[in-house]
């Protein structure tokens, strides 16, 4: 009787608890503008095919002007060095990266947008 009663709690818990996104590239559906830009970094792969778009973490735009982008990004050589916000590793292939992220044209479908920069000490989070 005790596990029966167990294993109808388990029905009532939330989606996501009990390590389900053990990865946080691999989060669950996330509802729109839920997606907090300031907490994503490391190993990141940026994808440009509009059909895997669903299956990516968020959607980026690239901002061409710095005053107008939610997180100033460097891109780091090292995937150790990378550990904080707007410092990002490229990632050569999407399954060894740590976020995935579809790169759109369009601003309005953006989640965030990202600027790149050259200099290390100005990456970081605008918000």
């Not at 895997?52 to 005053?67: G, K, W």
């Not at 200099?119 to 605008?126: I, W």
């Amino acid at each position: 009787m005790l596990s029966f009663f167990l294993a109808f709690l388990l029905f009532f818990t939330p989606p996501g608890v009990g390590g389900v996104a053990s990865r946080p590239g691999l989060a669950l559906a996330h509802p729109a503008g839920s997606v907090e830009p300031c907490k994503i970094y490391g190993s990141i792969y940026l994808e440009n095919d509009p059909r895997r778009a669903n299956s990516c973490f968020a959607v980026v735009y690239l901002e061409p002007e710095q005053a107008f982008a939610d997180v100033i990004v460097f891109n780091e050589t090292n995937k150790l060095f990378a550990d904080k916000a707007g410092l990002w590793c490229p990632a050569e292939n999407r399954e060894f990266a740590d976020y995935t992220l579809y790169v759109t044209t369009d601003r309005s479908r953006a989640d965030f947008a990202i600027h790149y920069t050259k200099v290390r000490s100005f990456a970081g989070c605008k918000q």
